[in-house]
């Protein structure tokens, strides 16, 4: 309890146990006559028992702002955890090195053994995607065995990576890459 209290807390139980009400009601209590200290009134924080002294003479820093780019960053690494799935069933056979149809050419297109993607590629992969899919509505070329095979769910998910991607693109969160905007 704050000292402030004290004073206060002392004339209620005072006035509840009988006492002469008239001397309760002529000398105000401290609390009220020095309402908070300095540091309180300059802004500070208000001292609680758990706080450490120091803590209520310096109040707490506002919360850090998040940079914009790293919430793009954000958003677009956990669209593709949710779509790696389908990446791992559509295209890691011929775009990962341990793919059974894996090929140097194709893994110089790009590779999804890390992410982001490698290859020369991996500047516009978000759009390179779309177009392969079928997304942008060119007509799908990819998988290469089966083209046009990813479609419903699987297919909204990737769209959904390659639109976070692109809006982390063009955020400037993606290393400079030339002029790769379609």
Request: hydrophobic share 35%.
């Amino acid at each position: 309890m704050t000292e402030h209290m004290l004073p206060l807390l002392a004339a209620v139980a005072l006035t509840a146990c009988g006492s002469n009400p008239s001397s309760a009601a002529t000398a105000p209590p401290a609390a009220v006559a020095n309402p908070a200290p300095e540091h309180e009134r300059a802004g500070g924080a208000a001292a609680t028992p758990d706080m450490p002294p120091e803590q209520a003479e310096h109040p707490a820093d506002p919360a850090p702002t998040t940079d914009p780019k790293a919430q793009l960053l954000a958003a677009e690494t956990s669209a593709w955890e949710a779509a790696k799935p389908v990446f791992d069933r559509a295209c890691a056979s011929c775009h990962t090195s341990t793919g059974k149809k894996a090929a140097r050419k194709k893994l110089d297109h790009f590779n999804l053994d890390s992410y982001p993607p490698g290859g020369h590629h991996a500047a516009t992969i978000g759009f390179t995607i779309r177009d392969v899919l079928g997304l942008s509505g060119k007509k799908p070329t990819m998988p290469y065995d089966k083209p046009g095979s990813v479609q419903g769910d699987d297919l909204a998910t990737i769209k959904a990576w390659t639109d976070a991607w692109q809006a982390a693109d063009h955020g400037g969160a993606h290393p400079a890459a030339g002029d790769h905007h379609h």
